[in-house]
């Protein structure tokens, strides 16, 4: 794969939402979590809060390594993911709760993980170089604008 291509790796989810959004007449219903497009420029960088996490995410080689925070907590958190899709088709079959507060709720818990992961330090560290310019070894923490601006979005609902 070259670099900067982007990978959609699929583990049944669009398919299990798809189906819930069918059944509750929305069939384009969805939750996406990330940076939104308009996001704050970035603290000392021309590039946006949303550029910066996609450098990382991915990385831009030499000299940034990939620091996945999106695709790694989602591969790391899969089970949970498909347990509470199943639980919100329970709840919306049985009418407890709406196919847009299910993927809500749903968007809150992937935002949540994935800032505990930013938080608690994603590999490789920071070269020897950063450390002595922010004070630190873990990386995609030193303005917390990342971590701060992640959002989630239910649409189509």
């Not at 497009?37 to 021309?46: D, K």
Request: net charge positive.
């Amino acid at each position: 794969m070259a670099h900067g291509e982007l990978k959609d790796i699929d583990r049944g989810w669009r398919a299990a939402i798809q189906s819930m959004a069918a059944a509750a007449g929305r069939p384009g219903a969805h939750v996406v979590v990330g940076w939104p497009e308009g996001s704050p420029q970035h603290a000392g960088s021309s590039m946006t809060v949303a550029q910066i996490a996609s450098i990382h995410e991915f990385g831009l080689p030499p000299h940034i390594p990939e620091r996945s925070m999106l695709r790694a907590t989602c591969e790391l958190n899969s089970e949970k993911y498909t347990e509470a899709l199943r639980k919100i088709g329970i709840g919306i079959t049985y009418a407890r709760i709406d196919l847009r507060r299910g993927l809500d709720l749903l968007g809150i818990t992937i935002k949540g993980d994935v800032q505990k992961r930013i938080a608690a330090g994603i590999m490789p560290p920071n070269a020897p170089s950063t450390i002595a310019r922010k004070g630190s070894s873990k990386p995609l923490i030193h303005t917390g604008q990342m971590r701060a601006a992640l959002d989630h979005e239910v649409r189509g609902a």
